[in-house]
């Protein structure tokens, strides 16, 4: 899967979960995590849905330090996304 | 002003417990009972809600029995702080376990057993929920998210007379999910307290029939980690004499409803509670406003 392919898929994912109104196009590999709005709590809501799109587990020690939606679609890519 | 009172209070306390120090056992129980019956009598919200909340999840229905409850249950709050002040004393080496019956499920022991696992442990304030931390940390480090004294003087006196052993509390202020996924990382055991309301962020969960809002963190993270998860108890079984019990481990896996994985785990993990709470009401903390 390309890496356009994985931030669309988590932009489906972000759109569909937050009921936050903006504009979800625009959201590219730059846009840090913290600037949609999600919380501390809502990142584990994220994760949840990550395991249902892509059948994939982060581990716990993989997202601590992740700040942007490159890095989430990075990491997804190395696992096989 | 304020720093004035904080010295004061300080001051008052290292009196206090100066005092409960030269006490036998036996006589710090019993001034426990006595304050906690004292407290009780002068905090009439407390007393208000506490009662209701008795009556509402119809543990007591009937008035009179529902004020002894009441009553008993201040008092047994009362007997847990003289019992993290005294814990020290029994928790040394390995003497815990001569005040300490352990009833930990197989499977939930090869976790504790194992370096390489970490361990999900939810609870309620029920019997001595401190207790319940330090003795799990004998197996393994233990984090808890705890309530900082607004007394700072108060809060770094707490911090060294109370035995701690591999218990590290989080700060409440800063427990958000990534410095919980570092413990889990660790391969540590997170204890929860699952039974607080929650004041933004929660869902409605049933607790003793009503619904109450949750905080649904232990469930979401046992659904995105696959961390083993179980509910914990620590029951007062007689002057600083415990029981320790865990519940199965519980293993829910993803359905693609998250909410409905949430109400389930926490069913799970609710029943284990009311059941604990139904054999011991008096060693609930009933006058926390949990359905509000």
């Known amino acids: 899967m390309s890496d356009e392919s994985i931030i669309s898929k988590l932009r489906d994912i972000l759109r569909e979960s937050s009921a936050e109104e903006r504009d979800w196009n625009r959201l590219d590999g730059g846009t840090t995590i913290q600037s949609l709005g999600i919380d501390s709590l809502t990142i584990l809501d994220l994760l949840y849905d990550i395991d249902q799109v892509f059948g994939i587990t982060l581990e716990a020690a993989e997202v601590i330090d992740i700040v942007t939606l490159g890095e989430i679609a990075a990491l997804l890519k190395q696992r096989g996304a | 002003m304020k720093s004035l009172r904080h010295l004061l209070e300080y001051q008052l306390l290292r009196l206090a417990l100066a005092f409960i120090d030269k006490l036998s056992l036996d006589g710090a129980y019993r001034l426990a009972r006595g304050l906690g019956g004292l407290w009780w009598q002068i905090d009439r919200d407390r007393r208000r809600v506490s009662y209701e909340n008795i009556r509402g999840s119809g543990i007591e229905t009937e008035s009179s029995r529902a004020i002894l409850l009441s ?73 808890g998210i ?22 590290h509390p989080i700060p409440k202020y800063d427990a ?38 949750t905080y649904t963190t232990a469930a979401m993270l046992h659904l995105v980690t696959r961390t083993p998860l179980c509910f914990a108890a620590c029951r007062r079984l007689g002057p600083m004499r415990f029981e ?49």
Do not use: C
């Open chain 2, 71 to 143: 009553r008993k249950a201040a008092e047994h709050f009362a007997m847990i702080v003289i019992e993290s002040l005294k814990s020290a004393e029994i928790l040394d080496g390995d003497h815990w376990r001569e005040h300490v019956r352990l009833d930990i499920s197989p499977d939930v022991m090869a976790v504790l057993d194992d370096p390489g696992r970490a361990l999900i442990m939810a609870s309620g304030h029920f019997g001595n929920w401190e207790m319940a931390a330090q003795v799990l940390s004998r197996f393994k480090p233990v984090a």
């Open chain 2, 176 to 213: 958000d999910p990534t410095r919980l996924l570092a413990v889990l990382e660790k391969h540590e055991i997170l204890a929860l307290l699952t039974d607080q309301h929650a004041s933004s962020g929660g869902v409605p969960i049933e607790f003793f029939g009503r619904p109450a809002a």
């Open chain 2, 244 to 292: 320790l019990e865990t519940s199965p481990l519980i293993d829910h896996r993803p359905s693609g409803d998250k909410r409905s994985d949430v109400r389930a785990i926490f069913a799970t993990l609710n029943a284990h509670l009311e059941d604990v709470i139904r054999r011991d009401p008096d060693q609930y903390a009933w006058g926390h406003r949990r359905w509000r």
């Open chain 2, 146 to 167: 705890t309530r900082r004294m607004n007394n700072p003087r108060v809060e770094e006196l707490l911090r060294q007379i109370k035995p701690r052993y591999r218990f």
